[in-house]
């Protein structure tokens, strides 16, 4: 029922590191673009990162040069290493998946989430 699973997130320093996690399962993760987004109470979903394949990463401008997106298809997997950790990344964290169905359109999955936390 669950396609995608988010873990990895909690509380850590101003200027600290954490990886996210995200294990897909029940569709073709293999042929997906994996992205994860975040959102704060009371603010709209904003995009952070998107794979297309190993080395195909796209971000947000806010997070550049902090953040990295990976992914391990072999373990049907995405990852989010994010380093200098700011208060302004303290959110929920979700796990996003696109996967193509050339006539039928692209089907979209996502997580419950996991909260980051970065305090000062």
């Known amino acids: 029922q669950q396609h995608l699973v988010e873990s990895g997130g909690g509380l850590v320093q101003l200027g600290g590191s954490l990886t996210l996690s995200c294990v897909a399962s029940?569709?073709?993760?293999?042929?997906?673009?994996m992205s994860w987004y975040r959102q704060v109470p009371g603010k709209e979903r904003e995009f952070v990162a998107r794979i297309r394949h190993v080395v195909d990463g796209t971000y947000a401008d806010s997070v550049k040069g902090r953040f990295t997106i990976s992914r391990d298809d072999d373990k049907a997997m995405v990852f989010l290493q994010m380093s200098n950790l700011k208060p302004e990344d303290t959110a929920v964290y979700y796990c996003?998946?696109?996967?193509?169905?050339?006539?039928?359109?692209?089907?979209?999955?996502w997580g419950g989430g996991t909260q980051v936390t970065v305090s000062s």
């Open positions: 996003h998946a696109s996967e193509p169905k050339g006539r039928d359109g692209d089907r979209v999955f």
């Open positions: 029940g569709f073709g993760f293999r042929q997906s673009t």
